[in-house]
């Protein structure tokens, strides 16, 4: 069974920075897509930021500079560095993964998955 388990979210102040984790289990795939979206209430969830098994990434203009993805395959995990943070960024931050590459001529933000973690907080205030 596949899971994804978030840690890391947390308050911070405008300007600092939070790095999330993602554990997973119950799965080895030799093509993948995984990845970051958030949510704020009231909208949709959105993705932020996407890599696959070959490692190639993209974000979503709005934390292209300021947020890092990246992922430890011998450690199952995945993490996003999330830097100079600002009030927007506020929100619950879900890790998810899904059994095909990354779809990388479409915006990230409408990336799909098939699997998700349970989120983590993450708040920025001003």
């Known amino acids: 069974q596949v899971q994804l388990v978030e840690s890391g979210g947390g308050s911070v102040q405008a300007g600092g920075s939070v790095r999330l984790s993602c554990a997973f289990f119950?799965?080895?795939?030799?093509?993948?897509?995984m990845g970051w979206a958030r949510q704020v209430p009231g909208r949709e969830r959105e993705g932020v930021a996407i890599?696959?098994?070959?490692?190639?990434?993209k974000y979503t203009d709005s934390v292209k500079g300021r947020f890092t993805i990246s992922q430890d395959n011998a450690k199952n995990s995945l993490y996003l560095e999330m830097n100079n943070l600002e009030p927007g960024d506020t929100a619950v931050y879900y890790c998810?993964?899904?059994?095909?590459?990354?779809?990388?001529?479409?915006?990230?933000?409408?990336?799909?998955?098939?699997?998700w973690g349970q989120g983590t907080q993450v708040t920025v205030s001003s």
């Open positions: 890599i696959d098994s070959s490692s190639r990434t």
């Open positions: 119950g799965y080895t795939w030799n093509y993948y897509c």
């Open positions: 998810a993964a899904r059994r095909t590459f990354c779809a990388y001529g479409q915006s990230v933000s409408s990336t799909t998955f098939d699997y």
